[in-house]
Nanobody
Framework: VQLQASGGGLVQTGGSLGLSCVGS????????VGWFRQAPGKEREGISY????????????SYSDSVKGRFTISRDDAKNTVYLQMSSLKPEDTAVYYC?????????????????WGQGTLVTVSS
């Protein structure tokens, strides 16, 4: 059972990048998923969350103020994948991006320890 984040890379300010979080060994559709990031010397930050079809609120999405209006989270349960589409990228978006999954969306939103963490993918935004 694992989560794998991918899609990171180097992009210029104002550019776009799409990240993927793929689940293997389990059905991601029953799990809420969150995207987190950690910049050098900074604490990990939760930036976007998406509920599951079996959750009490359904496939609800939410974003931190730092990415609202620029990032879009979505899921394709047929592909066992959650996406994070990032646009209007800024140098301050530079970080290692991680995805995590838990049966309870609130666990992700409140910063508690999720059931599964994925390996990170590095996003670098050049100025």
């Amino acid at each position: 059972v694992q989560l794998q984040a991918s899609g990171g890379g180097l992009v210029q300010t104002g550019g776009s990048l799409g990240l993927s979080c793929v689940g293997s060994g389990f059905s991601l559709q029953n799990w809420a998923v969150g995207w987190f990031r950690q910049a050098p010397g900074k604490e990990r930050e939760g930036i976007s969350y998406i509920g599951s079809v079996v959750g009490p609120d359904g496939v609800v999405t939410s974003y931190s103020d730092s990415v609202k209006g620029r990032f879009t989270i979505s899921r394709d349960d047929a592909k066992n994948t959650v996406y994070l589409q990032m646009s209007s990228l800024k140098p301050e978006d530079t970080a290692v991006y991680y995805c995590a999954a838990d049966g309870v969306l609130a666990t992700l939103r409140l910063g508690a320890t999720p059931k599964y963490w994925g390996q990170g993918t590095l996003v670098t935004v050049s100025s």
